[in-house]
């Protein structure tokens, strides 16, 4: 079954909400005192690993648990998946996929690239998601009405740009050395040398970049699906594409992901990613 124009419009409206609610939770913290906890502690983990360290705030967890709070008043019978508290219903016919703070290492060293990840799933796919940042004032809506931004109140229509090769293309990854292993660095290394210029340390703030036509190319591995699935119909709807490193559709499960405005430079891409796809 296909979502009427009624019904997306509904869920859109409602996505602002949600993120409404979760910036309410985590905007107090940022800069302040946010009960950093280490997740990996105990784990026993090389330290060159990069879930040796694993934090999660305050704002981690009282953000997603304002998200669920509102989706079972407003849509009890929505399954939810989340980063910090697990499945709910994962089989629904609707299941919201959240990570209340994508980048928490940016979040607890007071970069404003950290975001908050909002995607719904209707029978098993991707139909509607958004990338927030609240502390800056931007919300990256997209489905398959289209892609904008909401800023300072003001609304307008985002799109890819074009990018001829690979030459052109700026890139991104969140840490080659911790999130990649040994292969998989090796193919990041061949598609950075090919780029014109690449950047660290984004995390999903770069998706939106790419879905605004500021950035061409981002290039993750070892992902869950709560790290990728809202950027899906964000980026398609905005002109992109997201697809996994043998330039298939990404699983349900994430793992390696490729996002790019234009796919010129992905073909390119893929010639060396595939090498190491899994």
Known sequence: MTLSADRLAALDAFVIDLNKASAAAILPLFRADHGLEDKGAGKNLPRESHAAFDPVTEADRGAEA????????????????????????????????????????????GLPLWTT??????????????????????????????????????????????????????????DPDACFDGAERGAWLQVRAAAKLARLGCDAYAYAMVAMGKMDM??????????????????????????????????????????????????????????SAK
């Open 218 to 275: 981002v290039i993750e591995a070892g992902l869950k699906s709560w790290d990728i699935e809202a950027a899906i119909p964000l980026v398609e709807a905005a002109g992109g594409v997201v697809t996994n490193w043998r330039g298939d559709t990404i699983g349900p499960n994430g793992g390696q992901m490729v996002i790019s405005g234009d796919r010129r430079p992905l073909d390119e891409a893929l010639v060396s990613l595939k090498r």
């Open 117 to 174: 990840l909002i995607g719904l799933r209707h029978q098993g796919r991707p139909v509607l998601g958004s990338i927030g940042q609240p502390f800056t004032d931007e919300l990256f809506i997209g489905h398959a009405g289209g892609a904008r931004l909401i800023a300072k109140g003001e609304s307008a229509p985002i799109r890819v740009r074009e990018c001829a090769n690979l030459n052109d293309a700026v890139i991104a990854t969140t």
């Open 66 to 109: 304002a998200i669920r709070k509102l989706i079972a008043e407003r849509y009890p019978e929505h399954g939810v998946i989340g980063e910090e508290y697990g499945e709910d219903r994962p089989d629904a016919e609707f299941v919201w996929v959240l990570d209340p703070i994508d980048g928490t290492r940016a979040f607890i060293s």
